[in-house]
């Protein structure tokens, strides 16, 4: 044998134990890079969730509501940054139809229908409990809510002419403006409200025929003006607004968009996502989490500015997530009968 093969065969035991140092840091790094993100089962598994919400303190609710199930029509639970999910007392109620949230300051207001009326509740984030309060007159179901913390606005379905109202609340629902027409037809639908300020919100809203309809207000309501949409996208949800832009959650019949407007624009920028999308939230500082799903198989996506979107892997999560709220540096999203936190290692620290 040669010295040089002689030195090849002992410098191969080396080699191999440095190129494992190697799978193995890669494969760790790989991990780091897709934490698990585990999910809790609900109290209730005979009513389904439907809506979330986060105050500013982080403190967040989840609700769902059910016209069939036997002794139970509402559900919720309720969780702090430092407190597991607990059950809520909710105010009696025959059928409610629980489909809208928004969370202000201190609070969150909690939209639907009750016996062809608004129904409208509001978790206190101080107390933990939810009360009822007084929805705008002469309305026929909440259909979205948008709040800043000085400023709620509500798009409701109206009885007499079934056209979408527009009021707003600024002591966190206890009285409202007067319900006007919103420039919307008859059937109409809102799906999303956004407000940068006390004056400039945008709407999302869906026509008869499916079609995608976007308005804009910069005097609080009293005036609106169109937006151009895409004639390609199919829903727009999950309204998110800043003094600077406008972000969004759009579909066409073949993949889901995080989309955005820009002050002062007409023209909307979109990122395709790697999977189907249901619905978008983001925390002040930019952060946003998409979650979604098909047929029983969940999707959960953080994107960060400056960072690559990072999609983790996801634990105990039976099924599709269906909607996802932010507070300042907290995001949960729910499933039918599923709870989950987003991991600080996922929202960029």
Do not use: K
Request: proline share 7%; aromatic share 4%; with cysteine.
């Amino acid at each position: 044998m040669g010295p040089g093969r002689g030195a090849r065969t002992r410098a191969a035991p080396a080699v191999g134990a440095a190129l494992a140092g190697v799978l193995l840091a890669a494969c760790a790094a790989t991990v780091a890079a897709r934490p698990a993100v585990t999910g809790v089962p609900t109290r209730s598994i005979s009513v389904a969730l439907t809506v979330v919400g986060c105050a500013r303190d982080d403190a967040c609710v989840a609700l769902g509501s059910s016209t069939t199930a036997v002794g139970l029509a509402a559900t919720g639970e309720f969780s702090t940054p430092r407190s597991p999910w607990i059950p809520l007392h909710l105010p009696p109620v025959g059928a409610p139809s629980i489909g809208a949230i928004g969370c202000g300051g201190s609070s969150c207001l909690v939209g639907g229908a009750d016996a062809g009326g608004d129904l409208l509740w509001r978790f206190s984030a101080a107390t933990h409990r939810v009360g009822l309060v007084t929805p705008p007159s002469g309305g026929a179901g909440v259909e979205a809510i948008g709040c800043t913390p000085r400023v709620c606005a509500l798009a409701d379905a109206g009885a007499a002419r079934g056209v979408p109202r527009w009021s707003t609340s600024a002591d966190g629902g206890t009285t409202w403006s007067t319900a006007t027409p919103l420039p919307l037809a008859p059937g109409d639908v809102v799906t999303s409200i956004a407000c940068a300020s006390a004056t400039r919100c945008v709407l999302a809203a869906r026509d008869a025929a499916s079609r995608v309809l976007a308005e804009g207000t910069t005097d609080g309501g009293a005036t609106w003006s169109a937006l151009p949409v895409p004639p390609r996208w199919v829903a727009l949800a999950s309204l998110t607004c800043s003094a600077a832009s406008c972000r969004g959650l759009a579909r066409t019949r073949r993949a889901s968009l995080v989309v955005r407007l820009r002050a002062g624009s007409s023209a909307w920028r979109s990122t395709a996502l790697a999977g189907p999308a249901r619905a978008l939230a983001c925390t002040p500082d930019g952060t946003c989490v998409v979650v979604g799903g098909a047929g029983g198989r969940p999707f959960l996506e953080a994107r960060t500015s400056g960072r690559r979107a990072l999609e983790p892997r996801l634990r105990y999560v039976p099924g599709d997530l269906l909607a996802v709220a932010c507070g300042t540096r907290r995001c949960v999203a729910i499933g039918d009968t599923t709870l989950l936190d987003v991991p600080s290692s996922l929202m960029g620290g």
